[in-house]
């Protein structure tokens, strides 16, 4: 008798023990399947959060990266940041010639090197940082964000907000991996906005450290000494002249065009300070703005808002994006009516339309471009962006949330150059990410599942053990 109880004692510590195998069994998997959850979707090893597009441009980087994911723990792009650097690091593993190594920063926990990096790069948090060697990117919450307008909703005028950093950390490390620092040449000495200068209104100084992150060396050129345009010169850029050019100034850019060169311009004067006719050889024109928006300026709207955008590369990056205009004038292509087909005729393109109260619109930043089946003696091809505005590079509107603005000239610039980074990131991302819970959602969540769920199965398994251990006893 006493040897049955010893069977039946053993039995039921047996199954006792049973019980809380199966529920710590389970509250190792629901870790595990929680931790997988945060992390990403695996399969055989391989990363399913990045898109194919994404994999292969990354081989075209080469070199080391270092990514640093700096967030606060209540931002909502946090664990999708983190999941991001990761992601592309492992990801850079399979890639022979680069080294991308990926840095989660609490910015609530880790203060010694939040500061470290908040001192050392001009940053703040909730950012994405992109370091290359002495150059390196920001990326804060705007850029790493999209709104993408909900289509069931769009008469309430609802929006959902998206991540879209693959996108944006893609295209900043093309831009900081370029092999040359392509010479941006901006003109002076007709009072144009100086890329030297701090001073709020006239200066240009937060554009030109802009360019100068993205990849570019910038510098300053003066006509007037009886030199021409440097050979070396990628770019020219021509913002907001306020005097008249001397007819040899536009004969040096006419030839400088000529030869395959990329000029930007931006001007405000209907009259273009004596380029008119240069502007017209090249298929633009330029007319003082409608009749409504000069009555909107005498009542003192000074700002013109667009969201509207043409057809054509430098417009990709622009989408659901505002830009803000001072006062643009209209900039549009030539007539072509009755002009015989010529080889050598510039294609021109509007890139940004103003809107006006009575659902017209009118464009104010075009693209025009010689292709290269051109009639030059340069087979290169010659490209002009021209913008009716030159306000929007002031230190004073591009260090405030004009992000739509700095795309703007940032895209032209890339365009210009042919090296078209926004185009290939817009291409690269097959799929936006929605974004996760916050992260004490998703703790708590997780925290559920791995306490309660397994107590209820210890609930249930002890339901069956103590009757069992009473019939026995």
């Known amino acids: 008798m006493q040897e049955f109880r010893r069977s ?8 006792l023990l049973a019980v809380l195998l199966a529920a710590a069994i389970l509250i190792v998997v629901n870790l595990i399947s929680t931790r997988l959850y945060v992390h990403g979707t695996y399969d055989n090893g391989e990363v399913r959060q990045l898109s194919e597009r994404t994999i292969q441009t990354l081989g075209n980087i080469c070199g080391t990266m270092e990514l640093y994911a700096v967030f606060e723990r209540t931002h909502p792009f946090r664990q999708l940041a983190n999941i991001l650097v990761h992601e592309l690091e492992e990801a850079a593993a399979g890639i022979p010639d680069l080294t991308i190594r990926a840095h989660s920063v609490d910015a609530n926990r880790d203060i010694v090197e939040t500061s470290t990096l908040l001192r050392k790069y001009p940053m703040e948090i909730n950012s994405i940082l992109i370091v290359q060697g002495d150059r390196f990117r920001v990326l804060d919450a705007f850029e790493l964000g999209a709104v993408q307008s909900d289509e069931s909703n769009r008469d309430s005028n609802r929006a959902s907000h998206a991540f879209r950093g693959e996108q944006a950390c893609l295209g900043a490390m093309l831009r900081i991996n370029r092999p040359d620092r392509l010479p941006v040449y901006f003109l002076a000495g007709h009072g144009e906005f ?17 360019i100068a992150s993205d990849g570019y060396a910038v510098r300053t050129l003066l006509l007037n000494d009886n030199r021409d345009i440097p050979q070396d010169c990628a770019v020219l850029v021509i913002a ?29 004067n209907a009259y273009a300070n004596g380029l008119l006719p240069l502007l017209a050889a090249w298929g633009i024109q330029l007319e003082p703005p409608p009749a409504e928006l000069d009555s909107r300026l005498a009542t003192g709207v000074r700002k013109t808002a667009s969201t509207q955008y043409g057809n054509h590369p430098i417009a990709k990056m622009l989408r659901n994006t505002q830009c803000i205009f001072s006062s643009p004038c209209m900039v549009s292509p030539v007539s072509q009516e009755g002009a015989s087909e010529q080889s050598d005729k510039p ?25 290269a089946g051109n009639l030059l003696e340069n087979p290169a ?25 700095r795309i703007l000239f940032l895209s032209a610039l890339e365009w210009l150059t042919g090296f078209q980074v926004s185009a290939a990131a817009s291409e690269a991302e097959s799929v936006t990410r929605p974004i996760l819970p916050s992260p004490e959602k998703r ?26 251990m009473k019939r026995l006893s």
């Open 194 to 210: 100086d890329p030297d200068s701090a001073h709020p209104i006239t200066g240009a100084s937060f554009l030109s450290n802009l």
């Open 240 to 268: 907001g002249p306020q005097t008249l050019f001397s007819q040899q100034e536009i004969e040096r850019i006419s030839r400088y065009l000529s030869g395959g060169g990329r000029l930007l311009l931006l001007l405000e």
């Open 347 to 371: 294609s021109v393109t509007p890139v940004v339309y103003a809107e006006t109260r009575a659902d017209a619109s009118y464009p104010i930043a075009v693209a025009s471009e010689l292709g």
């Open 8 to 15: 039946r004692l053993s039995a039921g510590i047996r199954s």
């Open 443 to 468: 703790s708590l969540l997780a925290r559920r599942l791995c306490i309660f769920a397994p107590l209820g199965i210890l609930a249930f398994g002890l339901l069956f053990w103590i009757p069992l």
């Open 381 to 405: 091809n010659p490209r002009l962006f021209v913008c009716g505005d030159s306000d929007f590079v002031s230190n004073a509107n591009l260090s405030g949330y004009m992000e739509g603005n």
